[in-house]
């Protein structure tokens, strides 16, 4: 069974940083991209960045660039997303994506597999 298990979720001032985690079971964790995505109360989910299966390749949304760093882990089956200068506009709920089939994640319907979520507040 796949579980997908994001952690490091909070409440944090504006300016601030948190470091996300997605821990991964059940999957060969180095055949999958990876990837965050967000979503706010009554908003979409929405992209938020991507890694490769070995890490060298990354893409963000326009938004994060600079501000957000995706990274892996494959010996510890673990994706990172380390956030840092947030905005209360971040404040959204982050989900971790498992992508079997393509080499980083960039829609949503291609996802396998998805985590149930962590909640990030940022507050001003």
């Known amino acids: 069974q796949v579980q997908l298990v994001e952690s490091g979720g909070g409440l944090v001032q504006a300016g601030g940083s948190l470091r996300l985690s997605c821990a991964a079971s059940g999957l060969t964790f180095s055949s999958y991209a990876m990837g965050w995505f967000r979503q706010a109360p009554g908003k979409e989910r929405k992209f938020v960045a991507t890694?490769?299966?070995?890490?060298?390749?990354?893409y963000y949304a326009d938004s994060m660039k600079g501000r957000f760093t995706i990274s892996r882990d494959n010996a510890k089956n673990t994706v990172y997303l380390q956030m840092n200068s947030l905005k209360p506009e971040d404040t959204a709920v982050y989900y971790c994506?498992?992508?079997?089939?393509?080499?980083?994640?960039?829609?949503?319907?291609?996802?396998?597999?998805w985590g149930r979520g962590t909640q990030v507040t940022v507050s001003s």
């Open positions: 890694i490769n299966w070995s890490g060298g390749i990354t």
């Open positions: 994506a498992a992508d079997r089939s393509s080499s980083t994640i960039q829609t949503m319907s291609k996802v396998d597999f």
